[in-house]
């Protein structure tokens, strides 16, 4: 069998054609996409950054505060440095947290701290201040709960609890930790 040109012209054109297609498709389909979206830069920022939740009743319930803010277009997160959070609930003490660095969801309903966390309840008629420490914390403001899996301790008056991770809920104030629990409880001087 003898390959003419006339044979194969038309083999060679729906090679072409095919190729050509695939081409087309593919360029039409692979949008570009603006340089500023495929580096992680940030598009804004903010010096001594301040946000405030109100409850129905239109009083404070919590307090953002951070150094600097920096929002990434390219996944749409919030980076905060050395911020704190104030949570002032009515008949309730105030709960103070804060860290080196954290991160906001995008709703800004869930705040992420990492590096030298602190949290301190302050007094109140029946208890005296609490501090917590750990190094990464993770709030959900909407349930009042807080969480981490690492190492956490508690320090409040002359008792002490640590252990590794660890779930709080602020309303019902309950605790759980998870593992390697241990625990002071000094008798109070006279």
Request: charged fraction near 30%; hydrophobic fraction near 35%.
């Amino acid at each position: 069998m003898r390959f003419s040109t006339t044979r194969l012209f038309p083999l060679g054109l729906m090679l072409v054609l095919a190729l050509l297609t695939f081409w087309l498709d593919r360029t039409v389909r692979d949008e570009p996409s603006h340089p500023s979206l495929r580096r992680h830069d940030p598009d804004y920022l903010v010096q001594n950054f301040a946000s405030t939740t109100y409850n129905r009743l239109g009083n404070a319930e919590t307090t953002i505060t951070a150094a600097k803010m920096l929002h990434y277009p390219d996944d749409d997160s919030t980076e905060l440095l050395s911020p704190r959070v104030v949570q002032a609930k009515p008949a309730e003490p105030r709960l103070i947290v804060s860290a080196e660095r954290g991160v906001l969801a995008r709703e800004g309903d869930e705040i992420f701290l990492y590096d030298n966390v602190e949290l301190v309840r302050e007094p109140d008629a029946q208890r005296p201040a609490a501090r917590m420490t750990t190094s990464f914390l993770h709030i959900i403001r909407d349930r009042s709960i807080m969480r981490t899996d690492r190492e956490v301790k508690f320090v409040e008056g002359r008792r002490s609890l640590s252990g590794r991770g660890m779930e709080y809920n602020n309303d019902s104030r309950e605790l759980v930790l998870h593992s390697d629990v241990q625990a002071r409880f000094d008798p109070e001087k006279q």
